[in-house]
Nanobody, 132 residues
Framework: QLQLVESGGGLVQPGGSLRLSCAGSGVTLDNYAIGWFRQAPGKEREGVAC????????FYADSVKGRFTISRDNGKNTVYLQMDSLKTEDTAVYYC?????????????????????????WGQGTQVTVSS
């Protein structure tokens, strides 16, 4: 049974960096698309980044493009979200989610977020606070 555990959140000043980890157990994460989502107080959950399993493509929300990087470490069965140049508006609980379909072709970030949001397997979240 797939389980995901996020870690790496914390308090950071604007302009700083954090690296979030999404550690998997029960399945090999390299075979499944993985997405990072976030939810700020009073706002809807939104997709931030997604990495495909079929071809390794990465997709990013416009709000984080150029600042966040999603990557895999297959040896550790972990997916990372490197967050640089953090802004106060990045403050949220961050979640990772895994597709339940083996090596599904995605084609776009929107498709990835839609699939994972409705039918993915989720972790418990990690808090990221960007504040001076």
């Amino acid at each position: 049974q797939l389980q995901l555990v996020e870690s790496g959140g914390g308090l950071v000043q604007p302009g700083g960096s954090l690296r979030l980890s999404c550690a998997g157990s029960g399945v090999t994460l390299d075979n499944y698309a993985i997405g990072w989502f976030r939810q700020a107080p009073g706002k809807e959950r939104e997709g931030v980044a997604c990495i495909s399993a079929s071809d390794g493509s990465a997709f990013y929300a416009d709000s984080v493009k150029g600042r966040f990087t999603i990557s895999r470490d297959n040896g550790k069965n972990t997916v990372y979200l490197q967050m640089d140049s953090l802004k106060t508006e990045d403050t949220a609980v961050y979640y990772c989610a895994a597709d339940l379909y083996y090596r599904r072709s995605l084609g776009s970030g929107y498709r990835c977020y839609s699939i994972l949001f409705s039918a993915g397997s989720w972790g418990q979240g990690t808090q990221v606070t960007v504040s001076s």
